[in-house]
């Protein structure tokens, strides 16, 4: 057998680790190697969390205060962090990290991302650009599998193929398929003045031109940044309000409903006034808000993450592509080169000409629960994008939507 063939056994090395964050024995491939480590809190690899945000690959989404929120608001009862180390099995230097946590879910554990509805995308912490192959990949998730608890299944959704032009590993790897999810985005460039213009389809440009001159005959037109926790209070409030009404006459659901999301967005905007890794922006116009937008920045990229609008205001004028087109050029002022339009295949990101990308997922079930509760949520998940993809059903299940809320207000309001 020659030495690709070949599988060497890794123990745990005692490093003076509490034993439940130590590295568990792990068979790889000699020719890729890995070691891996389970920590069950954050503060355990704080250090080299920073470490790799500052100097490694990730996205605006594994940012280590983001993430700490997560935890500290997010995490259900129960629930347990698992965040693993990945070491090079010969240097011992650190590879990867991956943020997962297990919790409990009908009658069952799941292992997923550490996510709680608020990570557009699954993506590991990266040491570095180095390139990454589905032989190395596999490898290295051997190695993570070994340390993971037991669990019924795994449910890791919203993995992009590339991590700021690198190859995201768990995109490499065999089992993955492709979501019914897909991200948009624009790779920008060049004069700020002219950015729309350069990258953007006519079409796009010329709406937005006329928008905004029927903005500016209303009043003076401002592109205001929150640069206070007062004026982080203040947008975010609006962001909620605009927001929160805007789903209710659409009939759909909205994370900021729950009370413990919306504290999570506020206090990581008031956080990020610190180093700029949240952005909060509104649009003005005469004095009123009439749209607002909610940013991560982070490695060159704007991801934007919320978007919120007064149509009542300018009914004849979409603040909503106003306030992007704007914050496109403010990207550009900081020298800052890609668009993260986010996840959703909503009309106007094709027209304004950003390219999509369909996400893959991990999710199987390793018990007869889990198999089961996974092919229940691929059903949905299918069934779902089948309705968005055809008007008629979706307009009559908006409506349905509509009519049951109404219907759940009134009894409140009754009681």
């Not at 005692?14 to 954050?42: C, F, K, Q």
């Not at 990945?86 to 550490?114: K, Y």
């Not at 009542?312 to 990207?331: D, K």
């Not at 998940?381 to 008007?391: M, Y």
Request: proline letters at 4%; glycine letters at 8%; charged letters at 20%.
């Amino acid at each position: 057998m020659d030495v690709a063939g070949q599988a060497v056994q890794i123990a745990a090395v005692d490093d003076g680790l509490p034993v439940a964050e130590a590295s568990r024995p792990v068979t790889v491939p000699a020719i890729d190697a890995y070691t891996a480590r389970l920590h069950t809190s954050l503060e355990a690899v704080r250090p080299l969390w920073l470490r790799f945000q500052m100097d490694g690959v990730c996205t605006g989404h594994q940012h280590f205060a983001w993430v700490e929120g997560i935890v500290a608001r997010l995490m259900p009862a129960g629930a347990e962090p698992l965040i693993v180390e990945v070491n090079d099995a010969v240097t011992g230097a650190p590879l990867m990290l991956v943020p997962l946590m297990l919790r409990s879910a009908f009658q069952h554990r799941v292992i997923e991302w550490l996510s709680c509805g608020v990570c557009d995308y699954s993506a590991p912490l990266l040491a570095d650009a180095g390139a990454w192959t589905a032989q190395s990949a596999q490898a290295a998730w051997a190695a993570v599998r070994s340390v993971l608890p037991s669990a019924d299944r795994f449910h890791i959704t919203g993995i992009p193929r590339q991590i700021s032009g690198v190859a995201n590993p768990l995109a490499l790897l065999t089992t993955t398929r492709d979501s019914v999810q897909t991200t948009f985005g624009l790779a920008i460039d060049g004069d700020p003045e002219t950015v729309l213009k350069r990258l953007c389809r006519p079409s796009f440009v010329k709406e937005f031109g006329k928008d905004w001159r029927r903005l500016e005959r209303l009043g003076d037109v401002e592109l205001v940044q929150a640069v206070s926790p007062d004026q982080v209070e203040e947008i975010f409030g609006e962001l909620v309000r605009m927001r929160l009404s805007r789903f209710r006459e659409l009939g759909r659901f909205d994370l900021l409903t729950q009370e413990a999301v919306v504290d999570f967005y506020r206090a990581a905007a008031i956080q990020g006034l610190s180093d700029g890794s949240v952005r909060l922006f509104g649009l003005r116009v005469g004095g009123s808000l009439i749209a607002v937008q909610y940013l991560l920045v982070h490695q060159g990229t704007v991801h934007a993450l919320l978007i919120a609008m007064d149509q009542s205001v300018v009914p004849n004028v979409s603040p909503g592509m106003a306030i992007i087109g704007r914050l496109m050029r403010w990207a550009r002022e900081q020298d800052l080169g890609y668009f993260d339009l986010s996840v959703g295949n909503q009309s106007y990101k094709e027209h304004m000409g950003a390219k999509g990308s369909v996400l893959v997922e991990l999710c199987h079930g390793y018990t007869m629960r889990g198999r089961a509760a996974s092919n229940a949520i691929d059903l949905r998940n299918r069934t779902e994008a089948f309705v968005r993809s055809n008007p008629r059903l979706l307009n009559v299940a908006q409506r349905l939507m509509r009519g049951l809320r109404r219907s759940r207000g009134g009894r409140r309001e009754q009681a």
